[in-house]
Structure formats: structure tokens, C-alpha cells
């Protein structure tokens, strides 16, 4: 095989790992949303700032894709009225701030 075909799979193939997982999310709108749409049901369930949620060792989140579908389940439960893009801008800040997805 041609060295510089080989060289350009190695890099198309690492190109997806060092995408964002929220391309479309904004974390500055996430923070806000996660502010008024989250916060008051984490402070209620773990007391502090709520942070605890997504920094305890045992927590269930632990893929980009389970973020999103986690956001969605709370957004429905409680009524929060989030929108699909709402989620996706939620998902980018608690990405930024906690999990660290690539």
C-alpha cells in the first residue's frame, strides 16, 4: 500500500474522536437553560448547587448519546418544555463543564 494512503486512513479515522459530540450546542445558552430547567430538582435531590448529579462516582451517564437521552427523560418528566435543540445547547454545557466527551 501506498505510504501516504495509509497515512491519510490513520487520519480520517481519528478525525471522528476528536469531533464535538454537541456541534449544533451553544454552553453559554445550555448554562442558562440548565440553570432554570434543572437545577432546582438536583438541589432537591442532592442538596449544594445540584452538581452532584453529574460529578458522583457511581453516576449513570457515561456516553455523549446517554447525555442527550438523559436531558430528554428529565425534560419530559418534569414538565420542563425543553426543545430538541434546547437539549442539544444543555447537553454542550454539561459537556463543558463536567463530562469532557470527545
Known sequence: MN??????????????????????????????????????????????????VYTRPNRIVTTPQQLLARIDICSTNTNAGLFPEDEEHVAAFLNQQYYKFK
Open 3 to 52: 505510504c501516504r494512503f495509509v497515512m491519510l486512513l490513520l487520519v480520517l479515522a481519528a478525525l471522528p474522536s476528536a469531533a464535538d459530540p454537541f456541534p449544533k450546542g451553544d454552553p453559554k445558552i445550555g448554562n442558562s437553560l440548565e440553570q432554570k430547567s434543572c437545577r432546582a430538582c438536583h438541589v432537591s435531590m442532592y442538596g449544594g448547587d445540584g452538581s452532584k
